[in-house]
């Protein structure tokens, strides 16, 4: 069983940046592939970044050259820095957890999540 707190949510302007932490429970914490998904009223809830248990990270477009997700093993913890936000990027965003192997891009193939935090930039 592992719990997931998301922290650091807020309101920023656009071009403005803000770094969200996920701290996990449990001491299997590098054995997990740790994602981070969003979701904005009205829309379903999309895949934003995932760290793999190896270090690899991989991005969704929109993302791309924006935001950069990293883990600390020690700290049972990942984080998503996002930098130069957009009015789009907001939504409430949702860090998850499973072990590999699994369809990683598909929000139900993970086993554990967070309760979300709120991000909103204003133009």
């Known amino acids: 069983q592992v719990q997931l707190v998301e922290s650091g949510g807020g309101l920023v302007q656009a071009g403005g940046s803000l770094r969200l932490s996920c701290a996990a429970s449990?001491?299997?914490?590098?054995?997990?592939?740790m994602g981070w998904f969003r979701q904005a009223p009205g829309k379903e809830r999309e895949f934003v970044a995932i760290?793999?248990?190896?270090?690899?990270?991989y991005y969704t477009d929109s993302v791309k050259g924006r935001f950069t997700i990293s883990r600390d093993n020690a700290k049972n913890t990942v984080y998503l820095q996002m930098n130069s936000l957009k009015p789009e990027d907001t939504a409430v965003y949702y860090c998850?957890?499973?072990?590999?192997?699994?369809?990683?891009?598909?929000?139900?193939?993970?086993?554990?999540w967070g309760q979300g935090t709120q991000v909103t930039v204003s133009s």
């Open positions: 449990g001491r299997t914490f590098s054995r997990y592939a």
């Open positions: 998850a957890a499973n072990t590999p192997p699994f369809n990683w891009l598909v929000p139900n193939a993970y086993d554990y």
């Open positions: 760290s793999w248990t190896g270090g690899n990270t």
